[in-house]
């Protein structure tokens, strides 16, 4: 699953965006299916994993959301195990 990260308004400057998964809900993905996540910040044209701990963390991680734009550009891939349980 990719999930796009926009700002509602361009900045001037590249602004930091903290990012922390959070599988919740009744339908949420388990925290322990969670298997790689990636993060992109040119649309997609190049791709840098991190570590799925610093992602579950409480903390999480910080991505940089470039220069005048809004969207398209942070991305996130998170990748999850198959399994039979129904999420």
């Known amino acids: 699953r990719v999930l796009d990260v926009a700002l509602i308004n ?3 400057t ?3 965006i903290v990012v ?3 599988p919740t809900g009744s339908n949420a993905i388990e925290a322990r299916d ?3 996540v990636f993060v992109t910040v040119d649309g997609g044209a190049t791709w840098t994993e991190i570590p799925v701990a610093t ?3 409480a903390t999480g991680f910080t991505v940089s959301q470039p220069a005048n734009a809004t969207a398209g550009k942070v991305q996130i891939r998170v990748v999850s195990a198959q ?3 129904l999420e």
């Open 10 to 12: 361009p900045s001037e």
């Open 14 to 16: 590249a602004t930091d």
């Open 20 to 22: 922390n998964l959070n």
């Open 34 to 36: 969670i298997t790689q």
């Open 55 to 57: 992602a579950l963390s």
């Open 83 to 85: 399994d039979t349980v």
